[in-house]
């Protein structure tokens, strides 16, 4: 595997193959580079003494404080009895109830207004002496409840002082935040399996941390592998490092050798049933050409999602025609005539390229990205599609073109990309629009009509239906995946496909949740694309269901 540029600088270690016994606390094998969560994020906060108007106003922090994150919590619960499972959910009720406790809430109070302390020390102090008292006690399920202390600690100082729970890379250019990583932590807290996209997480290892702790739990819900117990790993391995780690065995293997890596394949090779769903299709998501093997591993019926952007973010730099005609082919090839979808360059919003030196905007995520920033910036556009037409001759393409407002951007820059590759030799090109944005959503019919295909991205088309940010946790009860408009209008676009017969799918995270993926085949979407780690899952429901079992 090449090796991007980036992780040569940020390893002083050594590269020696160490193995590392703990526990495992959800099975699985896997390989993969490591990001590492950042734990320090609350050892600097303002500690200061009040008093008069200044007791009053860290009450008033307090109680907004408290609010927000039961607010929260209920957000989480949902979303986690929606997606993984009622019991796993009730997860969040235990933290809720702390925030209930008339008698923890009473100390908080009285700590501000009787010992003058600002709100985050409130909260440290009164949180800290409950957890240090469970801890004490030699039982498994106080010690998880102790957890939960530190948990609703953590969330608290997070709402005070305006900090998410974050993976930070020492480059943090190129951080990945944890996609197609194995995230690397003290403690596997149920806020770090659930806060943090989790589709895209290739495993956790952490120093601590139980088997039946909550989060071990969430991690084998989520068929995410783990291992805990690996005293001070932090010391022995840096951002980028390699590591395989096996669930079952509990063990992880520092800078694995080929010998190693041979067993990822083996137990792959060994999961459940993975049974294709009669007159349905499931296609993948990709991010970069190293996914397509796993997609292939799981028998997707071709890559739904190519995000192209990922390659350039991964080498940290733009990739030449030759460079982008290379990994993409390399795709091509392994799927061996299925499919391969390419979003054309998804840039800007979340997704900036520094290497870009585009101006800092104001709102991004309203501002020039997708395919307006691609109608402005020709060369790079034009390098791209002529990968793709290479890539074409190896097996069948298809270009996606994201945030598409409507035909006439459409018709746009699909003609640009056709004179791009004018003189050249090409396979089968098909073109197709993400339907993300709601103006063109309002003009499916007269888009379809033009054409060859559509997929919906649901993550953009619920951000910006709703108006509400996809990567804000503050609004995250409001970003919701079950609102009845939404479902609305996704039927809209199924009769829309239906009427001009273009065959329309779904790539959005919501696809990979098995029951919003049975909605979404009852609505009459003919097929869907979701991380390959998700596949077998989805089939299963879909096949269930049909036998009548769910
Ligand atoms: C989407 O918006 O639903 C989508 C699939 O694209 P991305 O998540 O990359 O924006
Ligand atoms: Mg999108």
Redesign the pocket.
């Known amino acids: 595997m090449p090796e991007p540029s980036f992780l040569n600088v940020m390893s002083e270690q050594s590269s020696e193959r160490t193995v590392l016994c703990g526990i495992g606390l959800s099975q699985g094998c896997v390989l993969g580079r490591i990001c590492l969560f950042n734990e320090n994020r609350h050892s600097n906060l303002p500690m200061y003494k009040v008093q008069g108007k200044g007791v009053e106003r860290e009450m008033n922090r307090l109680r907004q404080a408290l609010d927000l994150v039961s607010q929260r919590l209920d957000g989480i619960r949902e979303r986690v009895a929606l997606q993984i499972g009622a019991a796993e959910a009730e997860i969040f009720t235990a933290q809720r109830l702390i925030l209930e406790d008339e008698k923890v809430l009473q100390e908080m109070r009285s700590q501000i207004s009787n010992k003058n302390s600002n709100a985050e020390a409130a909260v440290i102090s009164v949180l800290d002496r409950y957890e240090a008292r469970l801890l004490e006690i030699d039982n498994e399920y106080i010690k998880e409840r102790a957890t939960d202390l530190g948990e609703v600690r953590r969330r608290l100082l997070d709402v005070l002082n305006n900090m998410q729970p974050s993976l930070q890379c020492a480059d943090q250019e190129h951080c990945q935040r944890g996609r197609n990583r194995i995230i690397v932590a003290v403690e596997l807290t149920p806020s770090l399996a659930v806060d943090i996209n989790t589709s895209e997480t290739l495993g956790f290892v952490t120093e601590r941390g139980g088997v039946n702790s909550h989060a071990a739990i969430l991690a084998r819900a989520l068929g995410i592998p783990a291992v805990s117990g690996i005293e001070n790993i932090h010391s022995r391995i840096s951002c980028g490092t390699e590591l395989l780690i096996d669930g079952s065995a509990g063990e992880v293997i520092i800078w694995p050798d080929e010998k190693d890596k041979e067993k990822v394949t083996q137990v792959a090779s060994e999961r459940l049933p993975n049974v294709r769903v009669s007159g349905f299709s499931v296609a993948a998501n990709i991010n970069t050409s190293e996914d397509a093997a796993e997609a292939l591993n799981v028998d997707a019926e071709g890559i739904g999602?190519y995000?192209t952007e990922f390659e350039f973010i991964t080498a940290g730099r733009l990739l030449t025609e030759e460079e982008q005609a290379e990994r993409y082919s390399r795709v091509v090839q392994t799927m061996e005539g299925r499919p391969v979808t390419f979003r054309m360059l998804?840039v800007g919003g979340d997704k900036a390229f520094d290497f870009l030196n585009l101006p800092k905007e104001e709102n991004p995520a309203l501002g020039w990205r997708g395919t307006r920033l691609l109608l402005g910036l020709p060369e790079l556009f034009q390098s791209q599609a002529r990968a793709i037409a290479r890539a074409s001759c190896v097996g069948p393409v298809r270009v996606l073109y994201p945030m598409i407002v409507d035909c006439d951007q459409f018709l746009r820059v699909r003609s640009m990309f056709q004179e791009c590759i004018r003189d050249m030799k090409q396979g089968t090109i098909q073109q197709g629009v993400m339907f993300?944005v709601p103006s063109a959503c309002l003009s499916a019919e007269e888009i379809l009509n033009e054409v060859d295909f559509a997929s919906v991205?649901?993550?953009?088309?619920i951000q910006y239906l709703f108006a509400v940010d996809r990567n804000n946790e503050k609004v995250a009860p409001d970003y919701r995946t079950d609102h009845p408009l939404l479902w609305r209008l996704l039927e809209t676009l199924v009769q829309a496909g239906e009427k001009t017969g273009k065959p329309i799918t779904l790539?959005?995270e919501i696809a990979g949740v098995p029951e919003y993926a049975v909605r979404l085949r009852a609505l009459g979407f003919p097929s869907v694309s979701v991380s390959p780690r998700l596949i077998p899952r989805v089939r299963r429901a879909l096949n269930l269901q049909r036998q009548g079992k769910e």
Request: charged share 35%; hydrophobic share 20%; with cysteine.
């Open positions: 999602l995000r998804d993300e991205g649901s993550n953009d088309l790539c959005g």
